[in-house]
């Protein structure tokens, strides 16, 4: 049995429809999907202070996240981040890019009460 990610439903559909309790809220492309939702790198560090000082000083808009390090509202410049920390030898311990998937998309589009 190939079983496929709940997190890629691009690959089975060409357009998605927010439906809920009846009411179309949007309608999109799978492409329209990929380009709207929201993508964010999350970052932790050996000392997140001095990365987050770094980073701003480097003109970087920080987040802090719940679980002790932060995040730029976008997936962009991954390497040249790695590269400038390493530079200052701040050590990274996690740089992901986290992307939005649809149930997510689906929750912000409907606003539940």
């Given amino acids: ?5 709940y997190a890629y439903p ?3 559909a060409s357009r998605i429809g927010i439906i809920h309790k ?5 309608e999109l492309t799978t492409k329209d999907f ?3 939702r929201r993508k ?3 970052i932790e560090t050996k000392d997140d202070r001095k990365a987050q000082a770094i980073l701003s000083d480097s003109g970087y808009a920080l987040h802090s996240t719940s679980n002790n390090g932060f995040s730029l509202p976008d997936d962009q410049h991954s ?3 790695a590269r400038l920390l390493a530079h200052y030898e701040v050590p990274l311990t996690i740089l992901k890019i986290e992307v ?3 149930e997510h998309y689906f929750l ?6």
């Fill in 1 to 5: 049995m190939v079983k496929i990610p």
């Fill in 10 to 12: 691009t690959l089975m």
């Fill in 22 to 26: 009846g009411v179309l809220f949007e």
């Fill in 34 to 36: 990929e380009t709207i």
């Fill in 40 to 42: 964010q790198m999350m």
């Fill in 79 to 81: 390497e040249h981040i």
């Fill in 100 to 102: 939005e998937n649809l």
């Fill in 108 to 113: 912000n589009v409907i606003k539940p009460d």
